[in-house]
């Protein structure tokens, strides 16, 4: 069976999400097995703003945005045109691609300004030889005669297969007019949060936020924009889970929120990448840690937490500590750990036992959360952290001096 696969092309500057909803929505009508995003180094046709993003950021911000589709099987991003050097020329993208899938279908995918011009691009025969065309009507000015009149005058001169989308429901904002909207610090709600993340974090389109003082909306997002898409409905369930748990004891609901928030930042670095960080902010390492690159991310995480979001020193303590646990925690470590290990998406036996006594005994959750996590680790045939083995004796010895 042919692979029909769908090329979605453009300066994404920045990408949107009615680019997302019109690639989704293209893949459904079309029938496409999988979609590329092809963002262009120098796009032929037309400057890019001065003060753009480099092809780094936006290539960064599109892979952002295409892993927030969670398809990561079907739709992905593909750099070759950052790769080459001059103009990025549609056709020569596509005799690339077709080089990639010889046997596949290929659809190039564009906006109805393109579309209308696609004759006056450079090759459009080789364009129209080797993949469909495939354009998205989005709003009712865009449905008119032009498009259908465009569409027979490229199957007549070249022998173009054609297909025109009407996308009414879709997203219609373009990046031009989100750039003047995000310059004015409005049009947060076309971006897909990690893309309006890496924004913040990076200063781009004349967005500037002091990064230590974040609301929590932008906090979250800068989060997301340092994490896989798949990990967000975890970090939006330790959030939540932290705060019913500090308003239940009376601990800090904000800093029990933004703990929450961050303290899964580093999660997806590789080895080399937490060792510089633990390197950078002077971090020791046991044997252990040396060698489990799991045991990492909380240490590395509270300390960027800190130095670039300048969370609190019980903040910086609730993340560094949530990972293993340790003898003498605070009320606030406590929260965190045992929000992290049973938040509403977690699913593992004794779970629910876990979920009803963190609100009847914090002490006794914490103490079955770490004994659960060290015989998971032994069942698994691996080595458990010596703060975790502390953090259930204290925890045990603290119960016992309740006992009459």
């Not at 750099?79 to 549609?90: D, F, I, M, N, V």
């Not at 027979?152 to 031009?176: G, M, N």
């Not at 990972?323 to 938040?343: F, H, P, Q, R």
């Amino acid at each position: 069976m042919v692979m029909k696969l769908g090329i979605y092309g453009g300066t994404f500057n920045p990408p949107h999400l009615g680019h997302l909803t019109s690639a989704q929505a293209a893949m459904d009508v079309l029938g496409l097995d999988r979609l590329q995003f092809v963002p262009a180094a120098l796009p032929p046709h037309k400057q890019l703003p001065p003060g753009s993003p480099g092809p780094q950021e936006r290539l960064a911000m599109v892979e952002l945005a295409a892993d927030s589709l969670l398809l990561p099987q079907k739709i992905g991003v593909n750099a070759l045109e950052l790769s080459r050097p001059g103009k990025s020329y549609t056709a020569d993208t596509l005799e690339q691609i077709h080089g990639q899938y010889p046997d596949a279908e290929l659809w190039l995918m564009m906006g109805t300004d393109m579309f209308l011009t696609l004759q006056n691009w450079w090759e459009p025969e080789r364009i129209t030889r080797l993949a469909g065309v495939c354009t998205f009507a989005r709003t009712q000015s865009d449905s008119g005669e032009a498009l259908n009149i465009q569409a027979e005058y490229l199957q007549k001169t070249f022998r173009a297969k054609t297909c025109v989308l009407q996308l009414p429901h879709i997203v219609d904002v373009s990046s031009t007019q989100l750039r003047q909207m995000l310059e004015r610090g409005e049009g947060q709600e076309y971006l897909p949060p990690a893309v309006y993340g890496y924004i913040i974090r990076h200063g781009l389109y004349g967005v500037h936020f002091d990064l230590k003082q974040l609301p929590d909306r932008e906090l979250r997002a800068c989060a997301y924009s340092m994490i896989r898409a798949k990990r967000i409905a975890h970090i939006k369930g330790t959030e939540e889970e932290a705060v019913r748990l500090a308003r239940r004891w009376g601990a800090d609901e904000e800093k029990a929120r933004r703990a929450g928030i961050l303290h899964d930042i580093t999660k997806y670095l590789e080895m080399d990448e937490q060792l510089q960080l633990c390197h950078k902010y002077g971090i020791v390492l046991d044997d252990l840690e040396q060698r489990a690159v799991k045991l990492l991310h909380s240490k590395t995480g509270a300390c960027v937490a800190r130095d670039v979001y300048g969370v609190s020193d019980d903040i910086y303590h609730a993340i560094f500590w949530h990972t293993t646990g340790k003898a003498d925690m605070t009320l606030l470590e406590k929260i965190l750990y045992i929000a992290d290990y049973m938040e509403p998406n977690r699913d593992f036996p004794g779970v629910e036992k876990l979920r009803k006594l963190a609100y009847e005994d914090l002490d006794q959750a914490v103490l079955l959360g770490c004994e659960m996590s060290i015989q998971e680790m032994k069942d698994r045939g691996l080595p458990v952290h010596g703060n975790t083995l502390q953090a259930r004796d204290w925890l045990r010895s603290k119960s016992n001096r309740k006992e009459p």
